[in-house]
T-cell receptor
């Protein structure tokens, strides 16, 4: 039984560029959440999507956007990258929007130079 | 705003001893409290969770207690083993608000080291 998968594993970008990160939830899960984890800190909530609809948004600038596809996979987009965007980006899936048992993927390590 | 404070930031114990990590949350409407274990370079893994209608939950060597009045919850690990060494995160959320369901607020993490 496959868990949450994310791609790519690692990514190096320069300031000003944009990036797209991808996530596939556990089979049968309809909700995907995105978190940013800066080294040495706990994950910070960015977005939650359920049935292709945004259900929650954290305190992140409009440079961050996301979407969910009919197969429940999701993309996180970050425009105009800043050095401070360097972090581990985690995707988590849960069966429905209102249950909070979330299962995390391995993350995408983004480095902005 | 919503906040979760976690203590201590580092904890070192001898193998076989118990370890206790404590968290305090600010949003009194929080009703779900998971704990995650994150080994270096790996994903956070859910180890135990508790909902607000329960005061204590146990799973083998791991237990979580919740005091809603004081807005505290704690993780207890008994008979610690070297493989318990990792960073532990507490989190809190309120899944009854339509547009906030699933938003986990994490603590800052506790680095647990179990010495053989």
């Amino acid at each position: 039984d496959a868990g949450v998968t994310q791609s790519p594993t690692h990514l190096i970008k320069t300031r000003g560029q944009h990036v797209t990160l991808r996530c596939s939830p556990i089979s049968g899960h309809k909700s995907v959440s995105w978190y940013q984890q800066v080294l040495g800190q706990g994950p910070q909530f960015i977005f939650q999507y359920y049935e292709k609809e945004e259900r929650g948004r954290g305190n992140f600038p409009d440079r961050f956007s996301a979407r969910q596809f009919p197969n429940y996979s999701s993309e996180l987009n970050v425009n105009a990258l800043l050095l401070g965007d360097s972090a581990l980006y985690l995707c988590a899936s849960s069966p429905v929007s209102f249950t909070d048992t979330q299962y995390f993927g391995p993350g995408t390590r983004l480095t902005v130079l | 705003g919503e906040n979760v404070e976690q203590h201590p930031s580092t904890l070192s114990v001898q193998e076989g001893d118990s370890a206790v990590i404590k968290c305090t949350y600010s949003d009194s409407a929080s009703n779900y409290f998971p704990w995650y274990k994150q080994e270096l370079g790996k994903r956070p893994q859910l180890i135990i969770d508790i909902r607000s209608n329960v005061g204590e939950k146990k799973d083998q060597r791991i237990a979580v207690t919740l005091n809603k009045t004081a807005k505290h919850f704690s993780l207890h690990i008994t008979e610690t083993q070297p493989e318990d060494s990792a960073v532990y995160f507490c989190a809190a959320s309120n899944d009854e608000i339509y547009n906030q369901g699933g938003k986990l607020i994490f603590g800052q993490g506790t680095e647990l080291s179990v010495k053989p």
